[in-house]
């Protein structure tokens, strides 16, 4: 399995990361060297073996369902760029 | 050519939990905004989620109560997506292992004009837990948009169906059934203006006798029965005129406009994301023990559809009405506690279902509000049957109630309001109203069955209504042989 130039297009796009034409030339040729990789991989029968979910053999340990934050939103937006009535603000998006 | 209509619903119920699926925040619906927002739910670098028990525990309950298959190990995956309002850049959700798969609920689609009202099954897909995103608002901040993260991080189950519903009457009917089952299991407060129960309807059409579904357009975000049935009838007959004048219908996403009541293109599948799911490396998979599941196995409360069945049984109503009756808890309640305060089920549910619905609308109340309480309704009813009250004057006393103008006892006395029993009295009024109406009587006896009516219609005049009508009839009857 290859990319083609406009995979590498489509997957900056999918990221919002701005990809010139060089850019992307040189990504392509990168990321089809990891492909190699992946091919050795997938070259290993795995028919019997179910996928794993994570790394590691052990399962979610669970919260009880209780309050224990409190309002740090003054806090948190001293970062922010712009902020009004309380409101994260950002340039306008309409779906 | 004649059509045939496929719907499939995707529900995002939110879940009546204190906290957040991933955080400690709570989720209490307006405050105002980014004061329920932690560290976790706002996406700061090098934070954790740790899953809320409670939101699992929600998920469990609803799988039982569907009879569906509890996905003992269940996985989380990031759906990723660039949005304002869901800072990590991905939601986390469950794709190839959720939490419920399969499961069935039992709908009634009401009659329409002359037909029985029906009886089907709608089978389940899956359901699975998700975390909700932030809200983003569009008025004006000198020309940007306003970013809210409270709901950002609340607990949704996402409940999908099989494409089994043929029209959108089918739709609500199982829109209605869910939303009755999810309220009455306790798992979410149904709150449809604020978004506690939204509806996304897949609707394709096809030739009936076609095997393969057509191409299904999905309307999104329905957050009423009422715009629901307007959205899929809107897009149904769009679909079929689209097929018939020569054109295609193309997948895509569209928003109903309740103002226009139709519905408009918002992305179509060319544009569509491609959401690269893969497990969560932040969460583990989940397991569910036996223990855990028989434990709220036993907490659940007697089902919506074991308690149509038992009312149909104990109480002689009919199958719809027992849907109706328990469209929700407390109606239910309210039906089974008024029936058995006057052992009389069938005329409960007439009075649940006719007087007191009609009353409540008409009030915008709800059954929980009712100025009539069961144990009263009950104590009417208790009145008709043992010929106390007819119907009519039981609307009176039931209007008394409704007032707060005390018992049913005291309102019948208050009121002079009792069926007159003493027939020496009734005779009296029978003897006067023949010996007026001589022309009524000569009809009668001339074959004119109408004009027994209009004497039966006198007599209770004459008695302000309180005659027994059963009573006037064989009177009038005997006197007119």
């Given at each position: 399995m290859s990319l083609t130039p406009d995979d590498v297009k489509r997957i900056a796009r999918l990221a919002r990361i701005e990809t010139s034409d060089a850019e992307a030339q040189a990504t392509q040729v990168q990321l089809n060297s990891i492909f190699g990789l992946i091919a050795a991989m997938q070259a290993v029968d795995t028919r019997d073996i179910a996928p794993m979910a994570h790394a590691q053999e052990v399962t979610q340990r669970l919260r009880d369902d209780v309050v224990t934050e409190t309002d740090r939103h003054a806090a948190f937006q001293t970062i922010a760029p712009a902020v009004e009535n309380g409101l994260y603000l950002v340039p306008k998006v309409i779906e | 050519?004649?059509?045939?209509?496929?719907?499939?619903?995707?529900?995002?119920?939110?879940?009546?939990?204190?906290?957040?699926?991933?955080?400690?925040?709570?989720?209490?619906?307006?405050?105002?905004?980014?004061?329920?927002?932690?560290?976790?739910?706002?996406?700061?670098?090098?934070?954790?989620?740790?899953?809320?028990?409670?939101?699992?525990?929600?998920?469990?309950?609803?799988?039982?109560?569907?009879?569906?298959?509890?996905?003992?190990?269940?996985?989380?995956?990031?759906?990723?997506?660039?949005?304002?309002?869901?800072?990590?850049?991905?939601?986390?959700?469950?794709?190839?292992?959720?939490?419920?798969?399969?499961?069935?609920?039992?709908?009634?689609?009401?009659?329409?004009?002359?037909?029985?009202?029906?009886?089907?099954?709608?089978?389940?897909?899956?359901?699975?837990?998700?975390?909700?995103?932030?809200?983003?608002?569009?008025?004006?901040?000198?020309?940007?948009?306003?970013?809210?993260?409270?709901?950002?991080?609340?607990?949704?189950?996402?409940?999908?169906?099989?494409?089994?519903?043929?029209?959108?009457?089918?739709?609500?009917?199982?829109?209605?059934?869910?939303?009755?089952?999810?309220?009455?299991?306790?798992?979410?407060?149904?709150?449809?203006?604020?978004?506690?129960?939204?509806?996304?309807?897949?609707v394709s059409v096809r030739p009936v006798g076609q095997t393969e579904f057509g191409t299904r357009r999905e309307i999104k975000n329905l957050n009423s029965f009422r715009f629901l049935q307007q959205a899929i009838d809107y897009e149904v007959r769009w679909q079929i005129e689209t097929l018939e004048d020569g054109g295609r219908v193309t997948q895509a996403t569209v928003l109903f406009d309740p103002d226009t009541g139709e519905t408009r293109m918002m992305r179509s599948k060319e544009e569509a994301h491609d959401y690269r799911y893969f497990p969560d490396p932040d969460l583990l998979p989940v397991r569910l023990d036996e223990d855990w599941i028989a434990a709220v196995r036993a907490t659940l409360p007697e089902l919506p559809a074991a308690m149509q069945a038992r009312f149909q049984r104990d109480y002689g109503v009919s199958a719809y009405d027992a849907t109706v009756l328990t469209g929700s808890r407390a109606l239910a309640d309210y039906f089974e506690a008024a029936a058995k305060a006057c052992g009389q089920g069938k005329l409960a549910a007439n009075w649940v279902m006719g007087e007191l619905s009609a009353a409540l609308n008409k009030a915008e109340l709800d059954i929980a509000q009712s100025p009539v309480s069961s144990a009263q309704l009950g104590a009417l009813i208790a009145r008709i049957q043992d010929g106390t009250l007819s119907g009519k004057l039981a609307r009176q006393v039931f209007e008394g109630l409704w007032e707060g103008a005390g018992e049913v006892d005291a309102i019948i006395e208050a009121r002079g309001l009792r069926q007159m029993s003493d027939s020496g009295e009734l005779e009296k009024i029978v003897d006067d109203v023949l010996a007026a109406n001589p022309k009524s009587v000569e009809e009668f006896r001339a074959g004119k069955e109408k004009a027994f009516n209009a004497l039966v219609g006198q007599v209770m005049k004459a008695s302000r209504g309180k005659a027994n009508p059963a009573q006037v009839n064989d009177l009038l009857k005997a006197k007119l042989q």
């Amino acid at each position: 399995m290859s990319l083609t130039p406009d995979d590498v297009k489509r997957i900056a796009r999918l990221a919002r990361i701005e990809t010139s034409d060089a850019e992307a030339q040189a990504t392509q040729v990168q990321l089809n060297s990891i492909f190699g990789l992946i091919a050795a991989m997938q070259a290993v029968d795995t028919r019997d073996i179910a996928p794993m979910a994570h790394a590691q053999e052990v399962t979610q340990r669970l919260r009880d369902d209780v309050v224990t934050e409190t309002d740090r939103h003054a806090a948190f937006q001293t970062i922010a760029p712009a902020v009004e009535n309380g409101l994260y603000l950002v340039p306008k998006v309409i779906e | 050519m004649k059509w045939e209509t496929v719907i499939g619903l995707e529900v995002h119920t939110q879940l009546a939990t204190k906290s957040k699926i991933f955080s400690g925040s709570s989720t209490a619906f307006g405050a105002a905004p980014n004061t329920q927002a932690s560290a976790v739910d706002i996406a700061l670098p090098g934070v954790l989620p740790v899953l809320n028990k409670g939101a699992v525990e929600c998920a469990i309950r609803f799988g039982l109560a569907i009879g569906a298959n509890l996905n003992r190990v269940n996985v989380f995956d990031r759906k990723n997506y660039f949005y304002p309002d869901l800072p990590k850049g991905y939601q986390i959700s469950q794709l190839a292992k959720p939490i419920v798969e399969g499961g069935a609920l039992k709908i009634i689609v009401p009659s329409t004009g002359s037909g029985q009202s029906e009886e089907r099954v709608i089978h389940l897909t899956r359901a699975h837990l998700e975390e909700d995103a932030g809200k983003s608002l569009h008025e004006d901040f000198h020309g940007m948009t306003g970013i809210d993260l409270n709901r950002a991080g609340t607990p949704l189950l996402e409940i999908v169906s099989e494409p089994e519903m043929r029209s959108s009457a089918e739709a609500v009917a199982y829109a209605r059934a869910l939303h009755a089952l999810v309220t009455w299991i306790g798992i979410c407060d149904g709150n449809m203006q604020e978004g506690s129960f939204r509806v996304d309807a897949n609707v394709s059409v096809r030739p009936v006798g076609q095997t393969e579904f057509g191409t299904r357009r999905e309307i999104k975000n329905l957050n009423s029965f009422r715009f629901l049935q307007q959205a899929i009838d809107y897009e149904v007959r769009w679909q079929i005129e689209t097929l018939e004048d020569g054109g295609r219908v193309t997948q895509a996403t569209v928003l109903f406009d309740p103002d226009t009541g139709e519905t408009r293109m918002m992305r179509s599948k060319e544009e569509a994301h491609d959401y690269r799911y893969f497990p969560d490396p932040d969460l583990l998979p989940v397991r569910l023990d036996e223990d855990w599941i028989a434990a709220v196995r036993a907490t659940l409360p007697e089902l919506p559809a074991a308690m149509q069945a038992r009312f149909q049984r104990d109480y002689g109503v009919s199958a719809y009405d027992a849907t109706v009756l328990t469209g929700s808890r407390a109606l239910a309640d309210y039906f089974e506690a008024a029936a058995k305060a006057c052992g009389q089920g069938k005329l409960a549910a007439n009075w649940v279902m006719g007087e007191l619905s009609a009353a409540l609308n008409k009030a915008e109340l709800d059954i929980a509000q009712s100025p009539v309480s069961s144990a009263q309704l009950g104590a009417l009813i208790a009145r008709i049957q043992d010929g106390t009250l007819s119907g009519k004057l039981a609307r009176q006393v039931f209007e008394g109630l409704w007032e707060g103008a005390g018992e049913v006892d005291a309102i019948i006395e208050a009121r002079g309001l009792r069926q007159m029993s003493d027939s020496g009295e009734l005779e009296k009024i029978v003897d006067d109203v023949l010996a007026a109406n001589p022309k009524s009587v000569e009809e009668f006896r001339a074959g004119k069955e109408k004009a027994f009516n209009a004497l039966v219609g006198q007599v209770m005049k004459a008695s302000r209504g309180k005659a027994n009508p059963a009573q006037v009839n064989d009177l009038l009857k005997a006197k007119l042989q």
